[in-house]
C-alpha cells in the first residue's frame, strides 16, 4: 500500500467524516473533474475513447432537455437501456439534477417490466433501441408521455445549454441517486435506494483505499450498468481518481481479453461466475501478457483464487462484499487472500435459524454473536452515520430491520446472507440465506420462478430452489413439479415458456418431477428435505436438465453438471 498511500490518506476522511447533509455528490465530483482535466479519456467504448469535457458537454445537454421536461429533484428518469455510453450520460444528466435514475433490468419482459414501471413512475422514460422488444411486451399506456430511444435523446438535446446545472452544488449527500432493481422474496422485483452518500462512501472505501486507480488506468467493467458492480464499484473506483472507464458492451469469455486490449484497460471488475469461466477457456501464451493488474469484484471462489490470480498474473484481488440496499460493505484493502474483507462500520455476526433464516433470540429477547471462525448472520448497524436507504416500498424496508438486538432502541439491518467471521474486522462470504438464490451474478427470487411455472396448464403444484453444482459459483435453480391428473411432461415446450417469460439466468437448470408435494404446515420442511436431495438423490422421479434454447430440456445425463460447471450449457 505504500506508494497508494497519498490517495489513501486522501479518501480516509470523506469514509470517516462525511456526513449526509454534506455537499457532496456524484455530480459535483464529476464536475470538479471536468474542470480539473477535461482533456482525459473518461469513458472508452469498442476501442473509442471520450474526454471528461466531451462527456460533459452531452450530459449537461440532456441534463436541459430533461429539465425542460419537468424534470427536477426527486423526480425520475428511467434507463432501459444495455451497456453503451449513452447509458452512462443519460445517468449522470439524471442526477446532476438532483432526480433518481431508474436502472432497469433490459431482462425483464411482461408483468415484471410492467411492475417495475409502476413502481418509478417516471417522468421520462429513455430506451436504448437494442431492447425495444421489451417495451413490446407491455402496455404502452403504461410508459411516461415522454419515452425517447438514443438518437431521439440527441437530436431534441441538440443545441441546449452545454453548462453545469446550477442545482448540483446545492445537493445534499443524502440526495436519492438511482433505484437499483432487487429480487425479493415477494417474487416481483423491488428498487432499493442508492443516495450519494452511499455512492460517495464507495468511492472514498473501495475505490479510493481498496481499488487505488491512478489517473493513467483504465477500468474494463462488461458487467450490466444496471447492476451497482458497474454503476456504483466500476465508476465510483474511476472517478476516485479520474481514471478512464472502459465499458464493455457484453460478455463473452472467448473475446473479453480481446476487448480488455482493444481497450487497453488495467483493472476490471468482475463477479464470481465471470472468473470461473474465464478459468475455463483454453490457456493461452497471451495469459500472462493482458495488461490487467488488479481486478474488483465479489464472489471469487476460494478454489480458483489461486489458480486466477496465477494465470492471468494478477497482482491484486479486490475482493468486497456488499448489497444494492446494505448500508456498509467489506473491501479487501490489505490483499489477504481469499476473504472479502475488511469494514470499519459497525456490523455483528449472529446466530441464526436454520429454518428461518431469521436471527436467534435467547431467553432475554436479544441476539447472540458468534465467534472467531464461526458462520453466522451479518448484521449492520443503523444510525445516523450509516443510515439505511431502504428500498421504495416501506414494507419491504421494515421487514429488513432488527430492533432491540442487543439493547433497547437500537436498530440493525438483516442483510440475508451468512458470513464467517475471520477476525480484525475481516470476513468470508458464506451463503444466501431466506427465498432468494443467487446465480450468474444475479439474485433470484423463488416465488417469482414459481409464479411462471404456475402457469403451465400441465403442472399442478411447484418448489422452486437453489442447489449447488460442484465448480459453479452460486446456486442453480431447481424446481420440483406435480403434474395434472392426465397430464404430460412436454420438456421442449416448458422450456420455450420459461425463456418467454424470464430472464435467463432465472431458469431453473433441473427440473424433477415429484408425486406429490407436501401442502400443509409442514410444506417448508418438504422445501429443506427437497434442498438437500438436490439432483443427485431423486430415487425413482423423472429428472430434465436445461441445455438451452434449441432442445429446451433433456433427461438427465450423468456429465451435465460437469457442462455446468465448464459453461459448455445450457445454450442461447
Known amino acids: 500500500m505504500v506508494p497508494d498511500l497519498p490517495g489513501v490518506i486522501r479518501h480516509a476522511p470523506g469514509l470517516v467524516l462525511r456526513r449526509p447533509k454534506a455537499k457532496d455528490t456524484i455530480g459535483s465530483v464529476f464536475n470538479d473533474l471536468v474542470a480539473k482535466h477535461p482533456e482525459r479519456p473518461f469513458i472508452r467504448f469498442e476501442g473509442n475513447s471520450i474526454t471528461y469535457g466531451e462527456a460533459n458537454r452531452k450530459i449537461n445537454r440532456y441534463a436541459d432537455h430533461f429539465t425542460r421536461n419537468g424534470v427536477g429533484v426527486g423526480d425520475v428518469v428511467g434507463v432501459l437501456a444495455k451497456n453503451h455510453p449513452q447509458t452512462l450520460l443519460v445517468m449522470l444528466a439524471t442526477v446532476k439534477l438532483g432526480a433518481i435514475a431508474g436502472m432497469l433490468n433490459y431482462n425483464q419482459r411482461g408483468h415484471v417490466l410492467s411492475h417495475s414501471l409502476g413502481i418509478l413512475d417516471a417522468k421520462v422514460l429513455v430506451v436504448d433501441p437494442e431492447v425495444k422488444d421489451a417495451l413490446d411486451s407491455i402496455d404502452k399506456s403504461q410508459l411516461p408521455s415522454l419515452t425517447v430511444d438514443f438518437t431521439e435523446l440527441d437530436e431534441q438535446a441538440q443545441g441546449l445549454s452545454e453548462r453545469n446545472p446550477e442545482v448540483t452544488a446545492d445537493l445534499p449527500s443524502s440526495t436519492k441517486a438511482f433505484y437499483i432493481f432487487t429480487s425479493g422474496t415477494t417474487g416481483l422485483p423491488k428498487a432499493s435506494i442508492m443516495s450519494h452518500y452511499r455512492w460517495m462512501t464507495s468511492m472514498d472505501g473501495i475505490g479510493g483505499m481498496g481499488v487505488r486507480l491512478r489517473h493513467t488506468d483504465t477500468?474494463?467493467?462488461?458487467?450490466?450498468?444496471?447492476?451497482?458492480?458497474?454503476?456504483?464499484?466500476?465508476?465510483?473506483?474511476?472517478?476516485?481518481?479520474?481514471?478512464?472507464?472502459?465499458?464493455?458492451?457484453?460478455?463473452?469469455?472467448?473475446?473479453?481479453?480481446?476487448?480488455?486490449?482493444?481497450?487497453?484497460?488495467?483493472?476490471?471488475?468482475?463477479?464470481?461466475?465471470?472468473?470461473?469461466?474465464l478459468l475455463a477457456q483454453p490457456e493461452k501464451s497471451s495469459d500472462a501478457t493482458n495488461g490487467i493488474k488488479t481486478i474488483v469484484g465479489n464472489g471469487m471462489r476460494a478454489e480458483i483464487w489461486d489458480d486466477f490470480a496465477g494465470r492471468f498474473k494478477i497482482e491484486r484481488v479486490v475482493e468486497f462484499y456488499g448489497a444494492?440496499?446494505?448500508?456498509?460493505?467489506?473491501?479487501?484493502?490489505?490483499?489477504?487472500?481469499?476473504?472479502?474483507?475488511?469494514?470499519?462500520?459497525?456490523?455483528?455476526?449472529?446466530?441464526?435459524?436454520?429454518?428461518?433464516?431469521?436471527?436467534?433470540?435467547?431467553?432475554?429477547?436479544?441476539?447472540?454473536?458468534?465467534?472467531?471462525?464461526?458462520?453466522?448472520?451479518?448484521?449492520?448497524?443503523?444510525?445516523?452515520?450509516?443510515?439505511?436507504?431502504?428500498?421504495?416500498?416501506?414494507?419491504?424496508?421494515?421487514?429488513?430491520?432488527?430492533?432491540?438486538?442487543?439493547?433497547?432502541?437500537?436498530?440493525?439491518?438483516?442483510?440475508?446472507?451468512?458470513?464467517?467471521?475471520?477476525?480484525?474486522?475481516?470476513?468470508?462470504?458464506?451463503?444466501?440465506?431466506?427465498?432468494?438464490?443467487?446465480?450468474?451474478?444475479?439474485?433470484?427470487?423463488?416465488?417469482?420462478?414459481?409464479?411462471?411455472?404456475?402457469?403451465?396448464?400441465?403442472?399442478?403444484?411447484?418448489?422452486?430452489?437453489?442447489?449447488?453444482?460442484?465448480?459453479?459459483?452460486?446456486?442453480?435453480?431447481?424446481?420440483?413439479?406435480?403434474?395434472?391428473?392426465?397430464?404430460?411432461?412436454?420438456?421442449?415446450?416448458?422450456?420455450?415458456?420459461?425463456?418467454?417469460?424470464?430472464?435467463?439466468?432465472?431458469?431453473?437448470?433441473?427440473?424433477?418431477?415429484?408425486?406429490?408435494?407436501?401442502?400443509?404446515?409442514?410444506?417448508?420442511?418438504?422445501?429443506?428435505?427437497?434442498?438437500?436431495?438436490?439432483?443427485?438423490?431423486?430415487?425413482?422421479?423423472?429428472?430434465?436438465?436445461?441445455?438451452?434454447?434449441?432442445?429446451?430440456?433433456?433427461?438427465?445425463?450423468?456429465?451435465?453438471?460437469?457442462?455446468?460447471?465448464?459453461?459448455?450449457?445450457?445454450?442461447?
Not at 467493467?221 to 458492451?249: D, E, F, Q, R
Request: proline fraction near 4%; hydrophobic fraction near 40%.
Open 219 to 277: 477500468m474494463y467493467s462488461v458487467l450490466p450498468l444496471y447492476h451497482n458492480n458497474a454503476l456504483t464499484v466500476s465508476l465510483s473506483s474511476v472517478l476516485a481518481s479520474g481514471a478512464c472507464l472502459a465499458i464493455g458492451k457484453s460478455f463473452s469469455a472467448s473475446r473479453f481479453w480481446d476487448d480488455v486490449e482493444l481497450n487497453r484497460a488495467t483493472a476490471f471488475c468482475y463477479i464470481g461466475e465471470l472468473c470461473r469461466y
Open 324 to 572: 444494492s440496499e446494505l448500508n456498509l460493505a467489506f473491501i479487501n484493502v490489505f490483499n489477504i487472500d481469499r476473504t472479502a474483507g475488511f469494514c470499519p462500520l459497525p456490523f455483528k455476526i449472529v446466530q441464526y435459524d436454520q429454518e428461518s433464516g431469521e436471527p436467534k433470540r435467547d431467553s432475554q429477547g436479544k441476539l447472540t454473536k458468534v465467534s472467531k471462525g464461526e458462520a453466522g448472520l451479518l448484521i449492520s448497524e443503523i444510525s445516523a452515520k450509516v443510515p439505511f436507504d431502504g428500498y421504495t416500498d416501506d414494507d419491504a424496508s421494515t421487514k429488513k430491520i432488527i430492533t432491540d438486538a442487543f439493547k433497547s432502541g437500537d436498530r440493525w439491518f438483516n442483510s440475508g446472507d451468512l458470513v464467517r467471521n475471520l477476525g480484525m474486522g475481516h470476513i468470508a462470504f458464506v451463503d444466501r440465506l431466506g427465498d432468494t438464490f443467487r446465480w450468474k451474478g444475479e439474485n433470484v427470487a423463488t416465488t417469482e420462478v414459481e409464479g411462471a411455472l404456475d402457469d403451465v396448464e400441465e403442472i399442478d403444484g411447484v418448489v422452486v430452489y437453489g442447489v449447488e453444482v460442484r465448480g459453479a459459483d452460486g446456486k442453480a435453480g431447481m424446481a420440483a413439479i406435480t403434474l395434472r391428473e392426465g397430464a404430460e411432461f412436454d420438456p421442449k415446450a416448458l422450456a420455450d415458456h420459461l425463456y418467454g417469460e424470464l430472464p435467463a439466468y432465472a431458469i431453473p437448470l433441473f427440473v424433477r418431477v415429484v408425486p406429490e408435494l407436501e401442502q400443509t404446515s409442514t410444506f417448508k420442511n418438504r422445501k429443506v428435505e427437497l434442498r438437500e436431495e438436490g439432483f443427485s438423490d431423486v430415487g425413482d422421479d423423472d429428472l430434465y436438465v436445461l441445455t438451452g434454447r434449441g432442445d429446451g430440456y433433456v433427461k438427465f445425463y450423468d456429465d451435465y453438471p460437469d457442462d455446468v460447471a465448464g459453461a459448455k450449457v445450457p445454450r442461447g
